[in-house]
Nanobody, 114 residues
Framework: VNLVESGGGLVQPGGSLTLSCVAS????????MYWYRQAPGKEREWVAS???????NYADSVKGRFTISRDNAKRTSYLQMNSLKPEDTAVYYC?????????WGRGTQVTVSS
């Protein structure tokens, strides 16, 4: 299983970014995909998830600002982030769970600063 994130960068408060996560090495369509983030000095925290049936869930801190989606044909999960705040600054990780194990990408840095 291989997960590769992209799309991070530096953005001003109030701006937007879209992160992507491409998965390989397993049957993608039925897997729930997760996004997590880890800010400096803090624990990694769950941000959002999307099931194989496109049901979505969000952490309260991002609800109404972030949108998770997936494209099974491209084996890709997306995290659209709007109205970004400085406290959204973190490394964002893509995750899926299979066979009792957690699989992680290397992460992509998002920095929200003026």
């Amino acid at each position: 299983v291989n997960l590769v994130e992209s799309g991070g960068g530096l953005v001003q408060p109030g701006g937007s970014l879209t992160l992507s996560c491409v998965a390989s090495g397993l049957f993608f369509s039925f897997r729930t995909m997760y996004w997590y983030r880890q800010a400096p000095g803090k624990e990694r925290e769950w941000v959002a998830s999307v099931t194989g049936g496109d049901s979505t869930n969000y952490a309260d801190s991002v609800k109404g600002r972030f949108t998770i989606s997936r494209d099974n044909a491209k084996r890709t999960s997306y995290l659209q982030m709007n109205s970004l705040k400085p406290e959204d600054t973190a490394v964002y990780y893509c995750n899926l769970k299979h066979g009792g194990l957690d699989y992680w990408g290397r992460g992509t840095q998002v920095t929200v600063s003026s």
